[in-house]
């Protein structure tokens, strides 16, 4: 019976290139996402190329919608085998200007979003009997905290606490807990910070904090949605059995830990 792997945010950006490797990797996919516009138009596109795949529309901030999304995959699959907590936002603001709206909004979505993911799903594998594999998205700036990023890099460093506490409680169910860390990719959330440094800053123009964050790369190049995506594909598959608890940086050489 094939698999079944859940990727929240996937209506476009990294996430999308996530679940179509998986569902190339032979996956049935759950694409989630808030967006229903965008999620509908993928969902098109995956079937049009012959993928098994469904879309939920929901909220991941949401507990009891993070239960609907896990429901919703077993109803529609089966059973469900993994889960990728993908879903994120970001925000710009130097320390001295976050504010109350900024902060609510991203440890909604970014931390509060992973946990009712981890614990819907850790359920559900439980539920089954069966092990499990949850994948978190981190962050570069769940390793390294960055100027006017302050928000955002303590929401990714919460991801990683979680990961970690997450696979020591999990790990005797057959339960496996890990994070993927992205660095500096051309997407929009990208694209949206390029722009919010730029107002903060008279002396950038559009495109040079992206040029500037991405040249430090020593690879040599800024990243791919497939580079993030092949990880992904390694966590979710039986190769990774023995890893847990690791929030993995595939940055093309910008942060070492």
């Known amino acids: 019976m094939s698999k079944t792997a859940i990727v929240t945010g996937s209506a476009g950006g990294l996430g999308k290139g996530i679940a179509e490797r998986l569902a190339n990797d032979g ?6 996402d808030i967006n ?10 995956f079937k049009e190329k012959g993928y098994k795949v469904s879309a939920f529309r929901s909220d991941v901030s949401k507990k009891k919608e993070q239960e609907e999304l ?35 909004k991203l440890f909604n979505i970014n931390v509060f979003g992973t946990l009712f ?3 819907a799903a850790a359920n559900q594998f439980i539920k089954q009997n069966s092990e499990g594999k949850i994948i978190n998205a981190c962050s570069i700036a769940g ?12 929401t990714k460093h919460s ?40 107002k903060l800053d008279d002396n950038l123009k559009k495109g040079d904090a992206f040029k500037e964050f991405s040249s430090a790369i020593k ?23 023995y890893i847990t608890g690791q929030s993995i940086l595939t940055d093309g050489g910008l942060v070492y830990r």
């Open 219 to 241: 690879l040599g190049r800024y990243q791919e949605p497939t580079d993030v995506a092949n990880l992904v594909s390694f966590l979710a598959s039986s190769d990774s059995d």
């Open 27 to 32: 996956f049935n996919i759950v694409l989630q």
């Open 143 to 154: 390793h390294e905290s960055y100027e006017v990023l302050g928000t955002y890099s303590a």
């Open 159 to 198: 991801v990683r606490s979680f990961t970690q506490t997450a696979a020591k409680e999990l790990a005797d169910k057959g339960i496996t807990v890990n994070a993927y860390c992205p660095g500096v990719a051309k997407t929009k959330m990208w694209d949206r910070i390029d722009e919010e440094m730029v």
């Open 36 to 45: 229903e516009e965008f999620l509908l138009e993928t969902e098109k596109e």
């Open 70 to 104: 896990v429901k919703f995959a077993e109803t529609e699959f089966g059973q469900l085998d993994v889960m990728v907590n993908n879903a994120g936002v970001d925000a710009v603001s130097p320390i001295l200007k976050i504010d109350e709206d900024e902060l609510n």
């Open 117 to 119: 993911g981890i614990q």
